[in-house]
């Protein structure tokens, strides 16, 4: 009797829960996210995130944690497009998030943090940039859920392995907006990477530039007042304006270390101040010889770092010292010993790029409290550099070096390998112990050698996403793999950018038609725009751009590589140059490009033509396809042109890539100034490259 009666009180608790008892008693396995959590402590079931979850901050830390807890609270309303959830003190309550710091007597290390997941979540962190990393877990992990809604019940510590996880931007030779160097803060925090150095100034080489100095391409990025002629023409940033960019940095546990790169690298002073460039070595190199030089380049790190108020806010300043003339090394070394002196002065640390063992000499270089970017073993040994007491910053070219369209580094870095092989104890061809405390951690580089090339921010980003992913995960978690390359990368895919950024351009969906118009001018899936009745010609079945401002808001943006457009097109005669038929932020594509008649479209300055121009007064079918590679023209289905692997040949036979990529702009069709006088219909939009006998068949 006894046994029946067990067996009958089995099936009751199977029946009310709905879920076999050995399912119920599995424990959730480590979560998926970059980098890897280092420790994980499953239990079962799963948080759900309700609408009347709230964020609590223990009241013994508000003044640390209400900022950290206002973030996650925006970041939030981003991911979950809704509105912010409430901030306050207080204690950690069922269904709530709660916030608190375990400073005192912590076995975390810098930046460490722990995770409770059970019927509340509890963050208990060592310092508030650990916190700042838990929150970037949370985000990940509700990314991963298609609802944005459960978390998995457990217990996680994490920490990263080595403190500087870096990334370096040259912004010199190639410029940036500040809002891409905003985002890319936001993208950078969300994989926990903490280093944000930023490569002020730098130059061309003179042979794509006539071999004449003067005509070489020479910028320094940021607002200077003793020399206003030193500020570049064609992109800057005002001081205010780096300043509120490092604040933003620190919000989100992001270091900005802005670079001067001097000696050499340095063409924008001496095109500023005559004088002050090497005629032995070029102009490039700045003379050390002469006293102006010291004046000069004093004048402009003291504008910068001195009062109670500097530009440069951090803690850590770069003094460049790359790639001198060998020849003169006991010069460039009393500059270089100068300048970490100069800097330190200010109460600043110094960085600076490995260049000693290239550099020999007997003139002492001051190596305590000093790092360096260790980037080529023949210009700084490493084992020499540490054994003099300089700290390192693994920034192996070899491995880290991307310089877009080139031709030598890499134009991609080879990630797999870097899963696989690389961790920061790992420069050029040494290896040391992964605990060695003179390697701080490590850093990889966009260097924008070709200036010119036609490299959008958008292709350097494209270059960099898959790069930050892995690297995040090495310089977190060292050399410890949580699962195989493939795995890796595969669920990598699941986790984006960061809370409201698409700097990709994806589009998430199950079909590869992601947006289309109707005959009645809107789009399927979508409420019917402002604007569409006055634009659409109920003959034509059409929309009518009219010239001028006559134009339609779409659902999207623009989208990104590879992607699909088509639509068919019927032009006015008379279409002013520049005409645009589809623009954003990014882009433009137009009818009579550069006055031309052809199609064609600009991005960042850089114009591109098809070779064809569409007819007048009678309706044609066009496709644009486009990729990292480049940008092809379907004209009624049949390919007319592939703008890819062109070449920039100079007066001297050198030659340098043309990049004819175009991220397709959707946010307006027509514009606001300058729209085209057209009838366009049967646009669609595909989140794939379609096959030629697909494009065909549209």
Same mark, same amino acid.
């Given at each position: 009797?006894?046994?029946?009666?067990?067996?009958?009180?089995? =099936?009751?608790?199977?029946?009310?829960?709905?879920?076999?008892?050995?399912?119920?008693?599995?424990?959730?396995?480590?979560?998926?996210?970059?980098?890897? =959590?280092?420790?994980?402590?499953?239990?079962?079931?799963?948080?759900?995130?309700?609408?009347?979850?709230?964020?609590?901050?223990?009241?013994?830390?508000?003044?640390?944690?209400?900022?950290?807890?206002?973030?996650?609270?925006?970041?939030?309303?981003?991911?979950?497009?809704?509105?912010?959830?409430?901030?306050?003190?207080? !204690?950690?309550?069922?269904?709530?998030?709660? *916030?608190?710091?375990?400073?005192?007597?912590?076995?975390?290390?810098?930046?460490?943090?722990?995770?409770?997941?059970?019927?509340?979540?509890?963050?208990?962190?060592?310092?508030?940039?650990?916190?700042?990393?838990?929150?970037?877990?949370?985000?990940?992990?509700?990314?991963?859920?298609?609802?944005?809604?459960?978390?998995?019940?457990?217990?996680?510590? +994490?920490?990263?392995?080595?403190?500087?996880?870096?990334?370096?931007?040259?912004?010199?030779?190639?410029?940036? $907006? =500040?809002?891409?160097?905003?985002?890319?803060?936001?993208?950078?925090?969300?994989?926990?990477?903490?280093?944000?150095?930023?490569?002020?100034?730098?130059?061309?080489?003179?042979?794509?530039?006539?071999?004449?100095?003067?005509?070489?391409?020479?910028? *320094?990025?940021?607002?200077?007042?003793?020399?206003?002629?030193?500020?570049?023409?064609?992109?800057?940033?005002?001081?205010?304006? *780096?300043?509120?960019?490092?604040?933003?940095? /620190?919000?989100?546990?992001?270091?900005?270390?802005?670079?001067? +790169?001097?000696?050499?690298?340095?063409?924008?002073?001496?095109?500023?101040?005559?004088?002050?460039?090497?005629?032995?070595?070029? &102009?490039?190199?700045?003379?050390?010889?002469?006293? =102006?030089?010291?004046?000069?380049?004093?004048?402009?790190?003291?504008?910068?770092? !001195?009062?109670?108020?500097?530009?440069?806010?951090?803690?850590?300043?770069?003094?460049?010292?790359?790639?001198?003339?060998?020849?003169?090394?006991?010069?460039?070394?009393?500059?270089?010993?100068?300048?970490?002196?100069?800097?330190?002065?200010?109460?600043?640390?110094?960085?600076?790029?490995?260049?000693?063992?290239?550099?020999?000499?007997?003139?002492?270089?001051?190596?305590?409290? #000093?790092?360096?970017?260790?980037?080529?073993?023949?210009?700084?040994?490493?084992?020499?550099?540490?054994?003099?007491?300089?700290?390192?910053?693994?920034?192996?070219?070899?491995?880290?070096?991307?310089?877009?369209?080139?031709?030598?580094?890499? +134009?991609?870095?080879?990630?797999?390998?870097?899963?696989?092989?690389?961790?920061?104890?790992?420069?050029?061809?040494?290896?040391?112990?992964?605990?060695?405390?003179?390697?701080?951690?490590?850093?990889?580089?966009?260097?924008?050698?070709?200036?010119?090339?036609?490299?959008?921010?958008?292709?350097?980003?494209?270059?960099?996403?898959?790069?930050?992913?892995?690297?995040? !995960?090495?310089?977190?978690?060292?050399?410890?793999?949580?699962?195989?390359?493939?795995?890796?990368?595969?669920?990598?895919? /699941?986790?984006?950018?960061?809370?409201?950024?698409?700097?990709?351009?994806?589009?998430?969906?199950?079909?590869?038609?992601?947006?289309? &118009?109707?005959?009645?001018?809107?789009?399927?899936?979508?409420?019917?725009?402002?604007?569409?009745?006055?634009?659409?010609?109920?003959?034509?079945?059409?929309?009518?751009?009219?010239?001028?401002? $006559?134009?339609?808001?779409?659902?999207?943006?623009?989208?990104?590589?590879?992607?699909?457009?088509?639509?068919?097109?019927?032009?006015?005669?008379?279409?002013?140059?520049?005409?645009?038929?589809?623009?954003?932020?990014?882009?433009?594509?137009?009818?009579?490009?550069?006055?031309?008649?052809?199609?064609? *479209?600009?991005?960042?300055?850089?114009?591109?033509?098809?070779?064809?121009? #569409?007819?007048?007064?009678?309706?044609?079918?066009?496709?644009?396809?486009?990729?990292?590679?480049?940008?092809?023209?379907?004209?009624?289905?049949?390919?007319?042109?592939?703008?890819?692997?062109?070449?920039?040949?100079?007066?001297?036979?050198?030659?340098?890539?043309?990049?004819?990529?175009?991220?397709?702009?959707?946010?307006?069709?027509?514009?606001?100034?300058?729209?085209?006088?057209?009838?366009?219909?049967?646009?669609?939009?595909?989140?794939?490259?379609?096959?030629?006998?697909?494009?065909?068949?549209?």
């Amino acid at each position: 009797m006894m046994k029946r009666i067990r067996i009958l009180c089995f =099936l009751v608790i199977v029946a009310v829960a709905g879920t076999p008892v050995w399912i119920q008693a599995q424990t959730n396995p480590a979560p998926f996210v970059i980098p890897a =959590l280092r420790e994980w402590q499953g239990a079962t079931g799963f948080f759900e995130w309700k609408a009347a979850t709230s964020v609590i901050v223990d009241p013994q830390y508000r003044k640390e944690l209400l900022p950290v807890a206002r973030l996650l609270a925006e970041d939030l309303a981003v991911t979950k497009s809704g509105a912010l959830l409430p901030v306050k003190t207080g !204690q950690a309550g069922k269904g709530t998030v709660f *916030f608190s710091l375990d400073a005192t007597g912590s076995t975390l290390p810098p930046e460490g943090y722990s995770l409770q997941i059970g019927d509340r979540i509890i963050i208990k962190a060592r310092d508030v940039t650990g916190a700042i990393w838990a929150t970037r877990t949370l985000l990940q992990l509700l990314e991963q859920d298609p609802q944005h809604r459960t978390l998995p019940k457990g217990v996680a510590r +994490d920490y990263p392995k080595y403190e500087v996880r870096g990334f370096v931007l040259d912004v010199g030779r190639k410029f940036f $907006s =500040l809002d891409f160097l905003k985002q890319y803060i936001k993208f950078m925090s969300y994989y926990k990477m903490n280093d944000f150095h930023i490569h002020l100034n730098d130059n061309g080489f003179k042979q794509f530039f006539g071999d004449n100095w003067d005509s070489t391409y020479s910028a *320094f990025r940021l607002q200077n007042d003793t020399y206003p002629n030193l500020t570049a023409k064609d992109g800057s940033y005002t001081k205010k304006e *780096f300043i509120e960019l490092q604040k933003m940095a /620190q919000r989100y546990g992001v270091n900005i270390i802005p670079e001067i +790169d001097v000696p050499a690298h340095s063409l924008a002073f001496s095109k500023a101040v005559p004088g002050v460039g090497s005629k032995q070595y070029g &102009m490039d190199h700045l003379d050390l010889d002469n006293p =102006l030089t010291y004046t000069v380049i004093d004048n402009v790190f003291r504008e910068y770092l !001195q009062g109670p108020n500097p530009v440069f806010i951090g803690k850590e300043v770069h003094i460049g010292t790359d790639e001198y003339a060998k020849k003169d090394a006991e010069k460039f070394r009393k500059f270089t010993d100068h300048y970490i002196r100069f800097v330190e002065g200010f109460g600043k640390q110094v960085r600076m790029w490995g260049s000693l063992t290239h550099a020999q000499g007997t003139t002492p270089v001051k190596a305590a409290g #000093v790092t360096m970017n260790l980037w080529y073993n023949g210009y700084a040994e490493p084992k020499d550099m540490f054994a003099l007491g300089y700290k390192g910053i693994s920034t192996p070219d070899g491995w880290l070096y991307i310089v877009p369209a080139a031709g030598y580094y890499y +134009d991609y870095l080879n990630v797999k390998k870097l899963y696989e092989e690389w961790t920061p104890n790992r420069i050029g061809k040494e290896t040391f112990e992964e605990n060695d405390p003179l390697i701080r951690g490590g850093a990889f580089a966009v260097w924008n050698d070709h200036v010119g090339n036609g490299i959008t921010e958008k292709d350097v980003h494209h270059r960099v996403f898959p790069a930050m992913q892995v690297l995040s !995960q090495k310089m977190w978690g060292g050399s410890a793999k949580p699962m195989k390359y493939a795995a890796f990368s595969t669920q990598a895919k /699941q986790i984006g950018e960061g809370p409201g950024l698409n700097m990709l351009g994806r589009i998430a969906s199950k079909d590869s038609l992601v947006l289309a &118009m109707n005959a009645d001018g809107n789009f399927s899936g979508q409420k019917k725009q402002s604007g569409t009745n006055s634009l659409f010609d109920q003959k034509e079945k059409a929309l009518r751009l009219k010239g001028g401002s $006559s134009f339609l808001s779409t659902p999207l943006p623009g989208i990104g590589y590879g992607y699909t457009v088509r639509f068919s097109i019927k032009p006015e005669p008379d279409n002013l140059p520049n005409a645009i038929l589809f623009g954003s932020e990014d882009a433009v594509v137009t009818l009579n490009q550069q006055g031309t008649g052809k199609l064609g *479209f600009t991005r960042e300055g850089y114009h591109y033509l098809f070779d064809y121009a #569409v007819p007048v007064n009678e309706w044609t079918t066009i496709v644009i396809e486009g990729n990292h590679k480049g940008t092809s023209l379907y004209v009624n289905g049949v390919l007319k042109e592939k703008l890819e692997g062109a070449q920039q040949t100079f007066a001297n036979g050198k030659q340098i890539a043309k990049v004819q990529t175009l991220f397709f702009p959707l946010k307006f069709i027509g514009d606001k100034t300058n729209a085209a006088k057209a009838l366009i219909r049967d646009l669609k939009v595909f989140n794939v490259m379609l096959s030629g006998d697909e494009i065909r068949n549209l």
